[in-house]
């Protein structure tokens, strides 16, 4: 009888001695795979704290009125044909997308404390900006927005800024919308930027 209570006892403690030796075990490797170097040739990329990406504006050519059509062809500029093409006759509107109409420029840098500065900048190659409805939206570990630029004034070159409070870590910011220029209506080619705010 006492045999049996031994035995008994013996398997009770052998059980969780197996136990501790695996999970030991599991946490040796486990160590060992997060204290291990990176494999030669390996690159761990974190994100840059400033970032700029640049996209075309994309024309709507059906948008090009009769006096932007005039202002193409007495400035040679080559927007869907209106330089070329007479008047009488329709424009070329099979490009998929839209012809380039121009560019917009996006940056987001880290400012510290969790602050972002957005910057876009919006140039023309047809001809002089005469109205700007823009989306950026920023998205960053504290949440995210949405500021809408609206700007009804002629200029080549169209910008604005935001401060924004993201908080540390990884942030994003993209701009989206339409630019209006004296020639047709351009809309942004989706692009974003990835900062890493701190």
Request: glycine fraction near 10%.
């Amino acid at each position: 009888m006492d045999r049996r209570i031994v035995t008994v006892v013996d398997e009770e403690v052998r059980m969780p001695k197996r136990t501790v030796a695996a999970v030991l075990g599991a946490l040796a490797l486990a160590a060992g795979l997060v204290a291990a170097p990176a494999p030669a040739g390996a690159v761990v990329r974190l994100d840059p704290p400033s970032d700029t990406a640049s996209a075309p504006l994309l024309a709507d050519c059906s948008s090009v009125t009769p006096n932007g059509r005039a202002y193409a062809r007495l400035h040679a500029i080559p927007l869907c044909g209106a330089d070329t093409i007479p008047e009488d006759r329709p424009l070329r509107t099979e490009t998929v997308g839209g012809e380039e109409c121009g560019t917009v420029t996006l940056t987001a840098t880290g400012r510290g404390g969790g602050l972002a500065s957005i910057a876009w900048r919006a140039a023309s190659n047809t001809g002089p900006i005469t109205g700007v409805t823009l989306d950026v939206s920023y998205v960053g570990r504290l949440g995210g927005a949405v500021r809408r630029y609206l700007q009804d004034e002629a200029s080549l070159h169209a910008t604005g800024r935001t401060l924004a409070y993201v908080g540390a870590g990884r942030a994003t910011a993209t701009v989206s919308g339409t630019i209006q220029t004296f020639t047709a209506t351009c809309r942004v080619a989706p692009t974003s930027v990835r900062i890493q705010a701190r």
